[in-house]
């Protein structure tokens, strides 16, 4: 199989710029993941980054989660549990970050400085895509904007050694619902794998790289040329990976369907697939359904109602 999409950022401003235009269109249509490097976000924050997140679940988490999963016995295989111990960070359209209790100081201004370089990156990104679509620049991020702005979030995700890693999944197979999300993995843990052409495949693990996929928005605002990608995280024996993925999201009241553009291309041989719907529904609807398949996602939405 080919080799998973790497992408260096480097000089995308530069002569190089059509090229790593080729390269994110092909990651994008037949991936729906890609990793980056030379993002542009500084690697000694991307160190203190990891150093604080491994520190903060060694000190306030681990003994919670292994008391969490002492019960559990695992002599069967568990099909609705993930092995993973995780808190979520808000930053907007508001920040909750001073409200998580027991995060250090150094933390916190540590994921605010990441959250505000990461916002920028997404909205760069947005923008490529933008260009390779033939969209007018910032019509992905105008797509989420809704009434107070995009919903922006965290996961901060930890996944321990798993004695019986065959009877549980870290955490099981599923598209992501929302817009574009970026990921900062552990370099040396791997566990992170994508569905393509019915085979799983690892997305490997890289220092100071920036892991980048597409949710269920893209889909429908691509009318399909971009779609998400079912993905999951395989349980190890060895060594606790760290996983800090971030989500930029619609806006909760943002009116999402495909660019009226990319309809009047596909025109004369399709007619619209996706559905038209506010986001919040998405995601009451994706609450319940987050681990089957999207496509009657999609098609419950279009039976929501018509706009």
Same mark, same amino acid.
């Given at each position: 199989?080919?080799?998973?999409?790497?992408?260096?950022?480097?000089?995308?401003?530069?002569?190089?710029?059509?090229?790593?235009?080729?390269?994110?269109?092909?990651?994008?249509?037949?991936?729906?993941?890609?990793?980056?490097?030379?993002?542009?976000?500084?690697?000694?924050?991307?160190?203190?980054? +990891?150093?604080?997140?491994?520190?903060?679940?060694?000190?306030?988490?681990?003994?919670?989660?292994?008391?969490?999963?002492?019960?559990?016995?695992?002599?069967?295989?568990?099909?609705?549990?993930?092995?993973?111990?995780?808190?979520?960070?808000?930053?907007?359209?508001?920040?909750?970050?001073?409200?998580?209790?027991?995060?250090?100081?150094?933390?916190?201004?540590?994921?605010?400085?990441?959250?505000?370089?990461?916002?920028?990156?997404?909205?760069?990104?947005?923008?490529?895509?933008?260009?390779?679509?033939?969209?007018?620049?910032?019509?992905?991020?105008?797509?989420?904007?809704?009434?107070?702005?995009?919903?922006?979030?965290?996961?901060?995700?930890?996944?321990?050694?798993?004695?019986?890693?065959?009877?549980?999944?870290?955490?099981?197979?599923?598209?992501?619902?929302?817009?574009?999300?970026?990921?900062?993995?552990?370099?040396?843990?791997?566990?992170?794998?994508?569905?393509?052409?019915?085979?799983?495949?690892?997305?490997?693990?890289?220092?100071?790289?920036?892991?980048?996929?597409?949710?269920?928005?893209?889909?429908?605002?691509?009318?399909?040329?971009?779609?998400?990608?079912?993905?999951?995280?395989?349980?190890?024996?060895?060594?606790?990976?760290?996983?800090?993925?971030?989500?930029?999201?619609?806006?909760?009241?943002?009116?999402?369907?495909?660019?009226?553009?990319?309809?009047?291309?596909?025109? +004369?041989?399709?007619?619209?697939?996706?559905?038209?719907?506010?986001?919040?529904?998405?995601?009451?609807?994706?609450?319940?359904?987050?681990?089957?398949?999207?496509?009657?996602?999609?098609?419950?939405?279009?039976?929501?109602?018509?706009?």
């Amino acid at each position: 199989m080919e080799n998973f999409p790497v992408i260096n950022l480097e000089n995308i401003n530069g002569e190089e710029r059509k090229a790593i235009l080729d390269q994110i269109e092909d990651a994008c249509q037949y991936w729906g993941f890609f990793e980056l490097v030379n993002h542009g976000i500084p690697l000694e924050l991307l160190d203190t980054v +990891e150093r604080l997140t491994k520190e903060h679940y060694r000190k306030c988490m681990e003994k919670r989660f292994k008391e969490a999963v002492s019960s559990k016995g695992l002599e069967d295989e568990v099909k609705d549990m993930d092995w993973e111990s995780t808190f979520f960070l808000r930053h907007l359209p508001t920040s909750n970050i001073s409200e998580i209790t027991d995060l250090s100081q150094e933390y916190r201004d540590a994921m605010k400085e990441f959250a505000q370089k990461l916002e920028k990156l997404a909205e760069e990104l947005l923008d490529l895509l933008c260009e390779n679509l033939g969209l007018e620049k910032g019509y992905l991020k105008n797509a989420f904007y809704g009434s107070r702005g995009p919903n922006f979030g965290t996961k901060v995700a930890n996944y321990p050694a798993c004695p019986k890693p065959e009877l549980v999944k870290g955490l099981r197979a599923h598209t992501d619902a929302g817009g574009i999300i970026l990921l900062l993995q552990d370099d040396k843990v791997s566990g992170l794998q994508l569905l393509k052409n019915g085979q799983w495949v690892d997305v490997p693990p890289m220092r100071h790289s920036i892991v980048v996929n597409l949710g269920d928005q893209i889909e429908v605002i691509t009318n399909g040329r971009y779609k998400s990608v079912e993905h999951r995280v395989i349980a190890q024996t060895n060594g606790t990976r760290m996983s800090v993925a971030s989500f930029y999201n619609p806006a909760s009241d943002a009116l999402i369907y495909p660019a009226p553009v990319l309809l009047e291309q596909k025109a +004369e041989d399709t007619e619209q697939v996706y559905p038209k719907f506010v986001f919040e529904d998405y995601m009451k609807l994706y609450a319940t359904l987050k681990f089957q398949p999207k496509e009657p996602r999609f098609e419950a939405m279009k039976a929501v109602g018509s706009f």
